[in-house]
């Protein structure tokens, strides 16, 4: 099989900006034709700027975003390709057998690196290698004492990265999510890096949360930036991780049994900040009385607020903005980056003031794009767990 290599990005690329990085990348790609074993690029990865820059260029040609749409299942599952940039995103909070904490993260991007109308098919050739479609991995794994992260990038291409229907998988190289149909679920996802490896089966019952209205997610006050937005909060988790590969052992005595919940986010958009947004803070909670919490906020000269609490049953219901107050209380320098790994959240409709803390406070993600990731404990009106994404710092 032809494999495209995935190898550390070059530290040359860090006075790119984050549009050019990801042409210069897919150019790369693009040229390289040699036959190589794909390699990760994990904590050695440099940071060419923030996850809120990468996806908040304004992007003239892409299709937009507008209200009044629906999400339909299987096929909102698929990519979107006339739009700019998707994901397909995990987050889990897991225990071993021996009752340890242990937070986890997978996500597929999908980045198109041009409109619908500058395709490059007049270049495609029988071999599928042209594309204007580029897929990045990112995987995690975070103990209370360790935090390991890796990414991979990939052109889109039937043997290397992409998406199937049926069944439906989401791949890049042997990262990959498999289910048994078109469905999502049930699933397994599998990933093997040289630095941690797991596989995990991936259950539900539960319907999919719309997020914001009927799918429609706002990002902005004046209502300029939006994403179409699905969850599903609601999974059930057995499997095993390896948290820490080494040369000199490698073997099944590493693997630790894992069990616990996760949270799928289905999100696609051709721009998801304005020029006057920085980045967001976004919390997946899931609370002890058995609802579930979506919120973030996104900074800028006036900061937008979003929220959903959400039922196993299906039911779930927005929560006006005004009601949300969030507060950092504690910050945690990481290298050039400062990060509020601590929050107070009070939302009064709801009978809810908690604060949040993290896991490990030093999750950042030191990749090609540079975010803070991981799990979080939640204490007050509410107990429970959750993760915490934070870009833009």
């Not at 550390?8 to 790609?29: H, M, Q």
């Not at 057998?97 to 986890?104: N, R, S, Y």
């Not at 990038?153 to 042997?174: M, Y």
Request: negative net charge; charged residues 15%.
């Amino acid at each position: 099989m032809i494999s495209l290599p995935t190898r550390p990005i070059s530290s040359v690329l860090a006075t790119f900006s984050p549009r050019l990085l990801v042409l210069v990348i897919f150019i790369s790609a693009l040229l390289l034709a040699a036959c190589s074993e794909p390699k990760s690029s994990g904590n050695e990865g440099i940071d060419t700027g923030s996850m809120g820059n990468l996806l908040g260029n304004k992007s003239e040609g892409f299709t937009p975003v507008l209200p009044g749409g629906s999400i339909t299942f299987p096929a909102d599952h698929q990519p979107h390709e006339g739009f700019r940039q998707e994901w397909w995103y995990l987050t889990a909070n897991l225990k071993t057998e021996q009752g340890k904490p242990l937070g986890l993260q997978w996500t597929q991007f999908r980045i198109a690196l041009s409109p619908p109308d500058r395709s490059l098919e007049q270049l495609t050739d029988s071999r599928g290698w042209a594309t204007d479609q580029l897929y990045m991995a990112h995987s995690a794994v975070t103990t209370q004492t360790s935090h390991l992260a890796s990414e991979r990038w990939s052109r889109a291409h039937p043997q290397l990265a992409g998406v199937d229907t049926s069944p439906f998988t989401v791949k890049l190289d042997n990262w990959q999510w498999q289910s048994q149909g078109e469905a999502l679920f049930p699933a397994s996802l599998t990933v093997s890096d040289n630095k941690f490896a797991y596989r995990l089966t991936l259950s539900t019952h539960s319907p999919y949360q719309l997020q914001g209205e009927r799918g429609f997610s706002i990002k902005s006050a004046d209502c300029s930036v939006a994403s179409y937005y699905y969850s599903q909060p609601f999974i059930e988790v057995e499997g095993w991780v390896t948290p820490e590969k080494n040369s000199e052992n490698e073997g099944d005595s590493e693997r630790q049994r894992v069990s616990g919940k996760a949270w799928l986010d289905r999100e696609w958009s051709s721009q998801f900040l304005n020029r006057s947004q920085q980045g967001w803070d976004w919390f997946s909670l899931r609370l002890n009385d058995g609802s579930t919490l979506m919120l973030f906020q996104l900074r800028g000269a006036q900061n937008f607020y979003s929220a959903r609490r959400m039922f196993v049953n299906g039911s779930g219901h927005n929560i006006e903005s005004g009601m949300i107050q969030m507060t950092a209380i504690d910050w945690h320098r990481i290298g050039d980056n400062h990060y509020p790994v601590s929050w107070k959240i009070a939302i009064p409709s709801e009978q809810i003031e908690i604060t949040t803390h993290s896991l490990n406070p030093n999750a950042n993600m030191p990749l090609s794009v540079s975010y803070w990731e991981g799990p979080i404990k939640i204490q007050g009106s509410h107990s429970g767990e959750g993760y915490m994404e934070l870009t833009g710092y």
